[in-house]
């Protein structure tokens, strides 16, 4: 069982910056394959970014591309996202999750574990 807290979140203006925290229990973090989502009012989650056990293989979404950067420290048991330029479109509930098969995904059933979000705002 693995247990996901993020932490980061908050109201921004655009163009600023934030940086997103997953801190993971368990074991086997370094393992995992880790992934960022996210949830906008009315809309369905998307993909944000992902990252493999080692950190040597990352996707984003076209939308985030340039602009975020995931990354882990597998001796602190925590997945990061570096947002910059933000955009108000980018508001949304940000999720981390952990997919025991280590490879990253896009794909949001791929997951096997979901933490329970944190409220970006970017404001205009």
């Known amino acids: 069982q693995v247990q996901l807290v993020e932490s980061g979140g908050g109201l921004v203006q655009a163009g600023g910056s934030l940086r997103l925290s997953c801190a993971a229990s368990?074991?086997?973090?370094?393992?995992?394959?880790m992934g960022w989502f996210r949830q906008a009012p009315g809309k369905e989650r998307e993909f944000v970014a992902a990252?493999?056990?080692?950190?040597?293989?990352?996707y984003y979404s076209d939308s985030v591309k340039g602009r975020f950067t995931i990354s882990r420290d597998n001796a602190k048991n925590t997945v990061y996202l570096q947002m910059n330029s933000l955009k108000p479109e980018d508001t949304a509930v940000y999720y981390c999750?952990?997919?025991?098969?280590?490879?990253?995904?896009?794909?949001?059933?791929?997951?096997?574990?979901w933490g329970q979000g944190t409220q970006v705002t970017v404001s205009s």
């Open positions: 368990g074991r086997a973090f370094s393992s995992y394959a």
């Open positions: 999750a952990a997919d025991f098969r280590g490879f990253p995904s896009r794909v949001d059933y791929d997951y096997d574990y």
């Open positions: 990252i493999g056990w080692s950190g040597g293989r990352t």
